[in-house]
Every structure is written in C-alpha cells, then in structure tokens.
C-alpha cells in the first residue's frame, strides 16, 4: 500500500529509523524548522552547527528542547536522543550518517561549500540560503545529480511555494501569465542601509538589538535585494522569464492580481507572457493596500476558452474585468514551521520542492551612492550596493557582478549611483567553490535560455 508522506514518517518512526537531520546556520528559520522537527514523528535532530556555539543552544531553548539534550560527541547523539553541537559546519556536512542536511547560513559561498561535502557522502541538502541557489544553482544541482542526492528548495520559503502554484497551474493545463510574491516595497527603499533599516519597519534601535534582529537581513529584504534573489531563483526553477528593465514591485492587492498582471496588450504592465514579477503592499505614497499580499504568494494563468472563462465566473474565481485572466494565490508563508515537508520529499520521495534547471535569471549589484576606488564592498543588506533582477544574458553581456559574489570586494573605478557594478571595476574575486561553479555554469550554454 503507498502510504502518504505522514504515514510513512509514522512508519519510520515505529521502526525506530527516523531520517537524520544536520543544521547549519542556526538564525530564526532554522529555530522555526526546529521547533517543528522537534514535534515532528519519523524527524531526528542530530547535530547542529554554527560559529556561535552560543546561539545554537539558545536556538534549541527557543524551540522547546531541553539545554540537556546538547553532547559534544556526535557518535553519542546518533545512537541516543541527543543532539551534537559544533562550530565546524563542514565537519557536519561530512557526516555520512545523516541522510539530510539543512543549509541556512545565508552565505552563498560557504553555502556551496557545505553542500558540496553533503553530495559527496550522498547526503540531501535543503537549500535555505537561496542566494547560493542563484548564484550558481544550475552546476550545483548538477553535482547532486551526479551524486544522487536531492539538492532543493525550502518549503516555507516563498520561492518554493510559488514553484508550488505554477505547477499545480500548468499539470490542469492552464498557461502562467505571472507568478511571484508580496513585499513592502517603495523605491527610496534600494538607498536603504544596515544604519537606516529599523525607521523603515517601525523600530527603534534598542527594539531590534533587544530582539536579536540581524540589520543586514532585515535590509536585504527591505532594499529590493531579497526579492530580486527569489525571484531568480523562481525564473530558474521553472523556465518564467524575468521582466527586461527589472522588478516593476506594481502596488496592487489581491483584488487586482488578475487585472495588473496581464500584457500590456491586455491592458495590463507586463512587456510579455510567462514571467515573475513582485507586488508592492504599498501604494507609491506610503499608503498601505488593504488587501495586500505582504506575506504571501500568487499565481496569475490565463483561461483557455469562453467556456473556461464562465466557469471562472459561476465559481467566484478572481478574474479581471474581461473574465480572461484569473489569479490563485496564497496569503501567507511559514517560513521554517514547514520545512518539514521539504526534508520528507527529498529522503522519502527522492523529490525536490523547487530546484534550478537553468540560468534564466540573475542578480546584479547595483551602486547605492556614488561609489570610488579603494572601497570594499558589504555584499547583500549593506550600505554599498543592493540586488537588480536581470535576464542572464544581459547580465553576462554586460560582465555584470552578481550580488552574491559582492562581500570584501574592492572598487577599482569609480562607479555612479545606480550604476550595475561590473566585475571589470572590482578587484579579482576571491577564489571559492562558489565561483567555480559559477563561472562553470555561465560556460554552460545550455543553463542559459536564449529565447529570453
């Protein structure tokens, strides 16, 4: 009998083989999928690492374990219920017995360092820090591929739900005419820095240090850059182009997905079909939309008949004024409460929730201010440059640096604000497994879509 994914995790755990977990990076996804894992039949926690031996047991309390649990021999854990804690992330990778490793560092290069141990003892990896995904996620699902590992996507993480949606669209034969997320989006946001960033949500600077709040990944998010990098990552996973001049971040709610996200043909913004774009939860003003889509998801598809189309209309279905575009969407995400279905995919299903096939889109630095020679670079979140959506093609065209690559670099000339930073204005790039691959993949004329 095939049992469905809750069963089997059961059934795992009656015959005492749960699926062995390791984490690395231990910030607020991961103290999220823990405090699930924790509750979890058929999941085992057996080791932990991050830098701070400190905030993975401070992440532990959070989620509901007992300090007592921590060992520092991981032999221990494994046989025990127990966890092993370590500063060193790739001694963990290396531990063939687990069957699944959960990279959430947020660094792209020791990202791909990670997840190049785990494949090599043919251990699954759930991608958490999608910057890696993006960078040069096409070669590295290659080498899982040929290690015959999973390398996916995190559930609970925006890019994997609307994976999700387009192909639940696309498997009832229906074409995608859009699909992305919410964010709140105004476009002073791109100058945002680490220094700026708690005004922009509302906080003091006694409030986010008291809570732990980390400036650069709130900013991230804040500053365009974090959009921008899932929603590469959507246009890799799924073959959507991404818009030419970059993310539109159109202020429109719910209500109006199907009747702004169409071609301009139609009376809507996009320059074509088939692509991602973000929406704003605020108007241009500052005024707040109110029925955003802050948190959430959504799909746009197109009806195929006048027959299709009065169905959508008998059955409530969100559609624009000519009943022609409809619109499903999701209004929240979950972040590290379910990634659990992510880690039961790939170790039970062999299955990814979400993984990069191609290199359709990419993601630029871009200059925040007028930037001189002798300066270094802060990389994603910081006051120095923030992350453009761009097709790959015209990133490669332009010898763009992707923003995943931009930490402790130097500038060499002086580059405008608003300017894409090239790498022919920066310093040579730190060799790393992370631009091996990366310059593996731009090589790689068959990641790239050339339709675009």
């Known amino acids: 009998m095939n049992l469905d994914l809750f069963d089997r995790l059961v059934e795992r755990s009656k015959a005492d083989n749960p699926i062995k977990i390791g984490v690395i990076g ?14 979890t039949k058929g999941l085992k926690i057996v080791a932990l690492a991050d830098l701070d031996h400190k905030r993975a047991n401070d992440a532990l309390i959070s989620a509901g374990y007992d300090s007592n649990i921590l060992v520092d021999s991981f032999d221990k854990a494994l ?53 890696a995904d993006v960078l040069c996620g096409a070669s590295l699902v290659k080498r899982a591929n040929e ?12 890019p994997s739900l609307i994976c999700e949606l387009v192909e639940r669209i696309r498997s009832s034969g229906f074409e995608v005419i859009c699909a992305g997320k919410g964010t709140q989006y105004l476009p002073e946001y791109h100058e945002s820095t680490p220094a700026t960033v708690w005004k922009h949500y509302g906080f003091s600077n006694q409030q986010a240090q008291a809570g732990g709040l980390n400036p650069k990944m709130f900013n ?3 500053d365009g850059t974090k959009s921008a990098i899932e929603m590469a990552a959507v246009a890799n996973a799924t073959g959507l182009a991404v818009p030419k001049e970059g993310l539109q971040f159109p202020p429109v ?73 409809a619109s499903l969407w999701r209004p929240i995400h979950l ?74 670099v130097k500038i060499t000339k002086t580059i405008k604000k608003g300017e894409v930073v090239s790498r022919t204005n920066v310093s040579s790039l730190k060799n790393s497994n992370a631009l091996l691959l990366r310059k593996e993949m731009e090589q790689d004329l068959g990641f790239v879509n050339k339709s675009l």
Request: charged share 25%; net charge negative.
């Open 253 to 325: 709610g719910t209500s109006g997905l199907a009747e702004v996200l169409k071609p301009k043909s139609e009376g809507g913004i996009l320059h074509k079909e088939g692509l991602v774009e973000v929406v704003s939860s605020l108007e241009r003003d500052g005024q707040k939309i109110t029925d955003d889509l802050r948190f959430g998801v959504y799909v746009v598809f197109k009806a195929s008949t006048e027959y299709v189309s009065r169905c959508f209309s008998e059955y409530g279905v969100p559609t624009d004024k000519k009943l022609k575009f």
């Open 335 to 408: 972040i590290g409460l379910e990634l659990g279905f992510s880690v039961a995919k790939a170790v039970l299903d062999k299955q990814s929730v979400g993984a990069t096939k191609s290199f359709i889109g990419d993601v630029v630095s871009v200059a925040k201010k007028d930037l001189l020679p002798g300066q270094i670079l802060d990389g994603e979140g910081g006051s120095t440059v923030w992350g453009k959506l761009m097709p790959s093609k015209d990133s490669l065209s332009i010898k763009a640096l992707p923003i995943g690559l931009a930490h402790n």
């Open 26 to 39: 231990l910030g607020k996804f991961s103290t999220m999928f823990l405090s699930q894992a924790r509750l």
């Open 220 to 222: 991230s998010f804040l």
């Open 147 to 158: 290690a015959g590992v999973i390398c996916s996507m995190a559930y609970g993480d925006q």
């Open 79 to 131: 046989k025990e219920s127990l966890i092993y804690v370590t500063e060193d992330a790739k001694e963990l990778a290396k531990k063939e017995q687990l069957d699944l490793i959960v990279e959430a560092t947020g660094n792209p290069e020791a990202a791909v360092d990670h997840a190049l141990e785990a494949f090599k003892v043919k251990t699954h990896v759930i991608l958490v820090t999608v910057e």
